[in-house]
């Protein structure tokens, strides 16, 4: 099994950054297929950006431009790095590897 935790969500302002972090353990061996999503409230999660098998990285076209993926393989971590936040990125932000998810890292942003 793989055990998932996400941190670093919290609130902030239009216009702000944030950075999320995931950190992976157990059956996994490479951070290639983790991937973030979150979910805004009475809204379905929905996939924001993640990283492929073969090591690519992909964003979702109302985070592109503005997230970025950041990776440090030693700690089996991926990164989520968010600026110019606007308040339609407010949620609940999740990381996932195959199935499974971590607990989910609340992001608020204020207009």
């Known amino acids: 099994q793989v055990q998932l935790v996400e941190s670093g969500g919290g609130l902030v302002q239009a216009g702000g950054s944030l950075r999320l972090s995931c950190a992976a353990s157990?059956?996994?061996?490479?951070?290639?297929?983790i991937g973030w999503y979150r979910q805004a409230p009475g809204k379905q999660r929905e996939w924001v950006a993640g990283?492929?098998?073969?090591?690519?990285?992909g964003y979702a076209a109302s985070v592109k431009g503005r997230f970025t993926i950041l990776t440090n393989n030693a700690k089996k971590s991926v990164y989520l790095q968010m600026n110019s936040l606007n308040p339609e990125d407010t949620g609940v932000y999740y990381c996932?590897?195959?199935?499974?998810w971590g607990q989910g890292t609340q992001v608020t942003v204020s207009s």
């Open positions: 157990g059956s996994i061996f490479s951070i290639n297929g």
């Open positions: 990283i492929t098998s073969g090591g690519s990285t």
């Open positions: 996932n590897y195959r199935n499974g």
